[in-house]
């Protein structure tokens, strides 16, 4: 298939803590081959497991498991929210920071979190969903951040390299930032994009917000971007 040694080779535990033969042939097969592994699970907040903090739980045992069962290199988590299907809620977020502190201070493990935003690409909301994501992932000690499924990851076509970009600048301004800090900033940040739940911006496609021969971004996409790095500025972190 071209793929390399060295490219990640992804496969998914299944809900909750359970696996199956066709996990562990792949994994065995990966092993032979020499192969980096990275296992992925998205523990549900609100379902198999209960509340946050069962599901804080069932994310620090998925995320040892990959690793002590399945010796896989990196851990991709991603917990997401049973009503929303997101992972950039205040719940799911706050399940993702208390795993990742919890690993991070009493392990070497390599994690990764995913990001699933409820708005789509060309909006506010959906930019600020991506920085709140990856300033909580930053500052709980995560070392790969794996995004952006605008939309959920449920509509065709919806999704761009803005996303990725406002994940990656978001890292990077949060880079060193007390956890205390950050937790200020992301209240202010979640504040403003989950009043618009039940009235989910337009998104526009991504052929309709970049400029598909030359792949870049419209002048729109850009402003749109520009006028998120404001509002997250006003909340408290500067790029």
Not at 24 to 36: E, F, K, Q, R
Not at 51 to 74: R, T
Not at 107 to 136: H, K, R, S
Not at 186 to 200: A, G, V
Request: proline fraction near 3%; include cysteine; charge should be negative.
């Amino acid at each position: 298939m071209g793929m390399k040694h060295s490219d990640l080779h992804e496969c998914s535990q299944l809900n909750e803590l359970k696996m199956d033969m066709s996990i562990l042939n792949m994994i065995s097969a990966w092993h032979l081959s020499g192969d980096s592994i990275l296992v992925e699970q998205m523990p549900i907040v609100g379902g198999y497991s209960g509340g946050l903090e069962e599901a804080a739980i069932c994310d620090v045992a998925s995320s040892i498991a990959s690793f002590a069962l399945l010796n896989a290199d990196i851990h991709l988590g991603g917990p997401i929210h049973i009503r929303w299907g997101t992972t950039t809620n205040r719940q799911s977020l706050q399940v993702a920071a208390a795993t990742a502190m919890a690993l991070d201070t009493n392990t070497d493990l390599l994690l990764a979190n995913q990001y699933y935003t409820l708005a789509g690409p060309c909006t506010e909301m959906n930019l600020l969903e991506t920085a709140a994501q990856a300033i909580c992932d930053t500052a709980c000690g995560r070392e790969l951040l794996s995004g952006v499924a605008s939309s959920k990851g449920v509509r065709m076509d919806m999704v761009s390299g803005m996303e990725a970009r406002m994940m990656g600048e978001a890292s990077m301004a949060a880079c060193g930032i007390d956890v205390h800090d950050a937790n200020q900033i992301l209240d202010r940040i979640i504040s403003w994009y989950e009043k618009y739940y039940f009235d989910i911006p337009e998104p526009k496609r991504f052929q309709d917000c970049y400029n598909v021969d030359e792949i870049t971004p419209t002048e729109e996409y850009m402003s749109v971007y520009d006028s998120s790095l404001d509002i997250l500025s006003n909340c408290g972190i500067d790029f």
